[in-house]
T-cell receptor
Framework: KAGVTQTPRYLIKTRGQQVTLSCSPISGHRSVSWYQQTPGQGLQFLFEYFSETQRNKGNFPGRFSGRQFSNSRSEMNVSTLELGDSALYLC???????????FGPGTRLTVT | TQLLEQSPQFLSIQEGENLTVYCNSSSVFSSLQWYRQEPGEGPVLLVT?????EVKKLKRLTFQFGDARKDSSLHITAAQPGDTGLYLCAGARAAGNKLTFGGGTRVLVKP
């Protein structure tokens, strides 16, 4: 079974721009969660989507948004990028009701 | 403030030595998971513990969930260089709920 895939793997953007990251979950997994990982703050939860609906949300500003499609693929968008948005963005998928999350390799975003 | 506190933050040991990583909280979790993350990659799930007092063994790794389900530990016996990585604990209040991660313990096993 293929794992979680994320595209692109690396991205360099300029302050003020916007960015869209993509995540394809493991086949059969309907829940997708997004996390931001930085050296200073560690892994922080952004939001979770289940069956195209946002089910949980972390404490991030409205510049961070996401969506999920009917095939469970998910995208997250960050508008008006700031230098502090530079991070590894991780996506994880889960079966319907399960504790166990399976992570993708992440997208490394650098904002200059 | 981290809801899950991991200690130590960094551990450097020689190959063959044992090590223990701790994960503590004042909150009760329905489950606790341990992940290992290598540079440039996403975390890889090692184990999930759900019952207070539960002990799980995975080859040289032993995981324990506290009786009150507020803390957990990871013990590695006879560490090898391949055990090097960032170890993360994560707790969930209920199945399907978001995970809260600890700050991580960076382990370096020198040959």
């Amino acid at each position: 079974k293929a794992g979680v895939t994320q595209t692109p793997r690396y991205l360099i953007k300029t302050r003020g721009q916007q960015v869209t990251l993509s995540c394809s979950p493991i086949s059969g997994h309907r829940s997708v969660s997004w996390y931001q990982q930085t050296p200073g703050q560690g892994l922080q939860f952004l939001f979770e989507y289940f069956s195209e609906t946002q089910r949980n949300k972390g404490n991030f500003p409205g510049r961070f948004s996401g969506r999920q499609f009917s095939n469970s693929r998910s995208e997250m968008n960050v508008s008006t990028l700031e230098l502090g948005d530079s991070a590894l963005y991780l996506c994880a998928s889960t079966r319907d009701i399960s504790y166990e999350q399976y992570f993708g390799p992440g997208t490394r975003l650098t904002v200059t | 403030t981290q809801l899950l506190e991991q200690s130590p933050q960094f551990l450097s040991i020689q190959e063959g030595e044992n090590l223990t990583v701790y994960c503590n909280s004042s909150s009760v979790f329905s489950s606790l998971q341990w992940y290992r993350q290598e540079p440039g990659e996403g975390p890889v799930l090692l184990v999930t513990v759900v019952t207070g007092g539960e002990v799980k063994k995975l080859k040289r790794l032993t995981f324990q969930f506290g009786d009150a389900r507020k803390d957990s530990s990871l013990h590695i016996t006879a560490a090898q260089p391949g055990d090097t990585g960032l170890y993360l604990c994560a707790g969930a209040r209920a199945a399907g709920n978001k995970l809260t991660f600890g700050g991580g313990t960076r382990v370096l096993v020198k040959p």
